[in-house]
């Protein structure tokens, strides 16, 4: 009997440790352990201007350029670069693939329950991709509520609540899985335009080959009476609040400098919206 309870005894004993293990390993990293490893592990969405990899593997944009600037005063040495589908950006976060996510992630209540984020580094406004000429003539979100329009959407994105809260019908969005495919499927009729950030919808304009434009004179959607307008910050796991504490205390010295301003002026955004990012706190933007 001793012979056949101890099989399972070790099996036990080992499953125990496993899960001890796995616990220690889901422990959010601090920036003692970051500063001790010498390397923090860092998420973009390759989403330009807000974060990306050039092609010679360099981190750019208005979020990487700002965390690489607070990571040197923080005394981390080095920033490891990892990419992924921005709706995979929050589910890596939690899973532990990566500590920090550098992709100014719009900080909505929804995902202020899943995540932690920074004061705010950004702030920016809405904008549409349309087909040369713009043959349907839209421009507003609230458009797609009122025809039988079809809007694409990049999973994960915060236009997904917007076009809810508007009330456009689900058979009404498509889902792509990233802004490359935006181009095609907006030239090629498979949607009628694609709802993105001022920022984005501008780049992809100047990107896609005289086949599609940045919807003129665009409306920016009214939610609950009140002009649609995001904040983009630095996000963490839950459990990372020394981290994000960190990062915050450095954010709000280095939003004071010329050097934070040329950063976002180089990646397309304006004065109007450098002051716009001071005006909401991250405690606001989660109650909201």
């Known amino acids: 009997m001793m012979k056949l309870q101890s099989k399972p005894l070790c099996a036990l004993a080992f499953a125990l440790l496993g899960t001890l ?11 003692e352990q970051v500063k001790e490893r010498g390397v923090i592990r860092v998420a973009v969405a390759n989403e330009i201007p807000y974060g990306y990899m050039d092609m010679s593997g360099k981190a750019q944009g208005a979020g990487p350029e700002v965390a690489q600037a607070i990571m040197e005063r923080l005394g981390v040495k080095e920033i490891k670069w990892e990419t992924a589908n921005f709706g995979s950006l929050i589910p890596g976060l939690q899973a532990k ?8 992630m719009a900080i909505l209540p929804q995902r202020c329950n899943t995540v932690l984020f920074s004061e705010p580094n950004s702030s920016y406004g809405e904008g549409l991709l349309v087909a040369k000429g713009n043959p349907k003539n839209i421009h507003s979100y609230e458009d797609f509520a009122k025809t039988d329009h079809k809007i694409a959407i990049m999973a994960g994105a915060d236009q997904l609540e917007m076009m809810q809260a508007l009330g456009v019908p689900d058979n009404r969005m498509i889902t792509i899985s990233n802004n490359a495919d935006a181009i095609s499927t907006v030239a090629t009729g498979r949607a009628d335009a694609y709802a993105a950030t001022g920022q984005t919808a501008s780049d992809l304009a100047s990107k896609g080959g005289g086949k599609v434009e940045l919807a003129a004179e665009f409306k920016d959607p009214i939610i609950d009476g009140n002009p649609v307008r995001s904040w983009g910050g630095f996000a963490f796991a839950k459990e990372s609040e020394d981290l994000r504490d960190a990062v915050n205390k450095e954010l709000a010295e280095f939003k004071k400098t010329d050097e934070w301003k040329a950063i976002l002026n180089k990646h397309g955004f304006t004065e109007e919206d450098a002051k716009h990012s001071f005006e909401k706190s991250t405690e606001q933007l989660c109650k909201a």
């Not at 293990?21 to 920036?31: D, E, F, G, K, P």
């Not at 693939?97 to 100014?104: G, N, P």
């Open 21 to 31: 293990a796995a616990a220690s390993s889901a422990q959010a990293v601090t920036l």
């Open 97 to 104: 693939r990566f500590d920090m996510v550098a992709a100014e």
